[in-house]
């Protein structure tokens, strides 16, 4: 351990069985068992004591009938982003949804019309471009630009994809899946292009909390009063605590006429009832998990360093971009000159390693791999070692017929 702390995330707990998308589907997904999975974002650590109380504490009562989500999970979420981000919420600026991805298709019906343009910023999290096409929308890419071994935001390019068709913009902050977290001038350069060219920004900031020690999350809506009155936020416990088998987040939407159109979308697609445990968890996790997450947060900056170390001795034509947020790392593997195809079917056959594909995440992230740093350090250093024996030079060679 490289650093004391109450909680014990060195532990392996066994998920398979759980019914668990990252342990149980390999044979469904990628025809194989038993691969090591370092994809999907959850994580492989217990959620907090008191979550698994609060959760407890609901199950015992025994009567799960329909159930609204208790005002006290609105001011619970409110506090949690009055500490831990500075930023100031109304109540009445909240509303409630079954997840942020049915938050993000509602609001991109209620805020947008079939045909008009909606941008992401690949490579980014492959189902904002899934949502604005089953929609009806049209996909705009402003992709980020690599300078060296950072990701940016082209500016220019932003300017120049805006026209009168042009709605709404995805923004993911921190960024999934190049890590990044956004200077409070990269918003508020955005956020004034947004502006200036009428266009909403929609702001997925489930991974707000996962920052490591030194950088500082910006909410997008809190760098002007404009940015504010044209943007809709989209925040969770479920990402910071493992709870995303439970479901819920919350939209926060300051302008009352967008509120109210985005509430309306929401009826119109799924009835109002909240889960029981899952209001339970979150209030749970948003009252009493600040220390949990500090000490989780330390865990995971240990294993990405570890991560560069062992690559740096093992393999180092593989290098993982610098880590500003979330539990992701994005390993550019383009120096090993394969292909995509080569490089899933020599992780998965050769090392028995099961990472997300770069090119999931659209364009830029071709010859990339996303793995998965919420492990416990045991599961990572097996995982690394099944990378080194899948893509060692020897192996590749044999792979490729060589
Ligand atoms: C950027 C981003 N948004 C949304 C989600 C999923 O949110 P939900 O499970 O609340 O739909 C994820 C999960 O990995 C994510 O990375």
Same mark, same amino acid.
């Given at each position: 351990?490289d650093?004391?702390?109450?909680?014990?995330?060195?532990?392996v707990?066994?998920r398979?069985?759980t019914?668990?998308?990252k342990?149980d589907?390999s044979?469904?997904?990628?025809g194989r068992?038993?691969?090591?999975?370092l994809?999907?974002?959850d994580?492989?650590?217990?959620?907090?004591?008191?979550?698994?109380?609060?959760?407890a504490?609901?199950?015992?009562?025994?009567?799960?009938?329909y159930?609204m989500?208790?005002e006290s999970?609105f001011?619970?979420?409110?506090?949690w982003l009055?500490?831990?981000?500075g930023?100031s919420?109304?109540?009445d600026?909240?509303l409630?949804?079954?997840g942020v991805?049915p938050c993000?298709?509602?609001a991109?019906?209620a805020?947008?019309?079939?045909?008009?343009?909606?941008?992401i910023?690949?490579?980014?999290?492959?189902p904002?471009a899934m949502?604005?096409t089953?929609?009806?929308?049209?996909?705009?890419?402003?992709?980020?630009?690599?300078?060296g071994?950072?990701?940016?935001i082209?500016?220019?390019?932003l300017?120049?994809?805006?026209?009168?068709r042009?709605?709404?913009?995805?923004?993911?902050?921190?960024?999934?899946?190049v890590?990044?977290?956004?200077s409070?001038?990269?918003l508020?350069?955005?956020a004034?292009?947004?502006v200036s060219?009428n266009?909403?920004i929609?702001?997925?900031?489930i991974?707000?909390?996962l920052?490591?020690?030194?950088?500082?999350?910006?909410?997008?809506?809190?760098v002007?009063e404009?940015?504010?009155s044209r943007?809709?936020?989209?925040?969770a416990?479920?990402?910071t605590?493992?709870?995303?088998g @439970?479901?819920?987040?919350? =939209?926060?939407?300051p !302008?009352?006429?967008? &509120?109210r159109r985005?509430d309306? /979308?929401q009826?119109?697609?799924?009835a109002?009832i909240?889960?029981?445990?899952?209001?339970?968890?979150?209030?749970?996790?948003?009252?009493?998990?600040?220390?949990w997450?500090?000490?989780?947060l330390?865990?995971?900056?240990g294993?990405?360093?570890?991560?560069v170390?062992?690559?740096s001795?093992?393999?180092?034509?593989?290098r993982?971009f610098?880590?500003?947020g979330?539990?992701?790392?994005l390993?550019d593997?383009?120096?090993?000159g394969?292909?995509?195809?080569e490089?899933?079917?020599?992780l998965?056959?050769e090392?028995?390693?099961?990472?997300?594909e770069g090119?999931?995440?659209g364009?830029?992230?071709q010859?990339?791999?996303r793995?998965? @740093?919420?492990c416990?350090r =045991?599961?990572?250093s !097996?995982?690394?070692e &099944?990378?080194?024996r899948?893509? /060692?030079?020897?192996v590749r060679?044999?792979g490729?017929?060589?």
């Amino acid at each position: 351990m490289d650093r004391p702390g109450t909680y014990d995330f060195d532990r392996v707990v066994d998920r398979r069985g759980t019914s668990s998308l990252k342990w149980d589907s390999s044979r469904k997904y990628t025809g194989r068992d038993s691969l090591l999975p370092l994809w999907v974002a959850d994580m492989d650590f217990e959620a907090p004591r008191e979550i698994r109380d609060a959760i407890a504490r609901r199950a015992e009562h025994g009567i799960f009938g329909y159930t609204m989500e208790p005002e006290s999970l609105f001011e619970a979420a409110r506090q949690w982003l009055q500490r831990r981000h500075g930023w100031s919420v109304d109540r009445d600026w909240m509303l409630a949804s079954p997840g942020v991805i049915p938050c993000l298709s509602a609001a991109i019906l209620a805020l947008t019309e079939p045909g008009d343009g909606v941008i992401i910023q690949p490579p980014v999290y492959h189902p904002f471009a899934m949502r604005i096409t089953a929609n009806g929308r049209r996909v705009v890419e402003n992709a980020l630009r690599l300078a060296g071994e950072r990701w940016e935001i082209d500016f220019d390019d932003l300017e120049r994809r805006i026209d009168e068709r042009t709605r709404m913009l995805i923004l993911c902050s921190p960024h999934n899946p190049v890590s990044r977290v956004w200077s409070r001038e990269d918003l508020q350069r955005l956020a004034a292009i947004c502006v200036s060219g009428n266009v909403i920004i929609v702001s997925d900031e489930i991974h707000c909390d996962l920052v490591m020690p030194g950088f500082r999350h910006i909410p997008v809506a809190s760098v002007s009063e404009e940015a504010s009155s044209r943007s809709v936020t989209l925040v969770a416990a479920t990402k910071t605590f493992n709870l995303a088998g @439970l479901g819920g987040s919350l =939209a926060i939407v300051p !302008d009352a006429d967008m &509120r109210r159109r985005l509430d309306a /979308a929401q009826h119109a697609v799924f009835a109002g009832i909240g889960n029981a445990f899952a209001a339970a968890a979150s209030e749970a996790a948003w009252r009493t998990g600040a220390q949990w997450l500090d000490e989780l947060l330390a865990y995971v900056q240990g294993n990405y360093r570890f991560t560069v170390s062992f690559l740096s001795k093992r393999l180092a034509a593989v290098r993982a971009f610098p880590l500003e947020g979330t539990y992701l790392a994005l390993l550019d593997m383009r120096a090993l000159g394969l292909t995509d195809d080569e490089l899933t079917d020599l992780l998965q056959r050769e090392g028995g390693v099961w990472l997300d594909e770069g090119r999931r995440f659209g364009c830029g992230g071709q010859g990339m791999e996303r793995l998965n @740093l919420a492990c416990p350090r =045991a599961t990572l250093s !097996d995982g690394l070692e &099944r990378v080194v024996r899948a893509l /060692a030079p020897g192996v590749r060679a044999a792979g490729r017929g060589e």
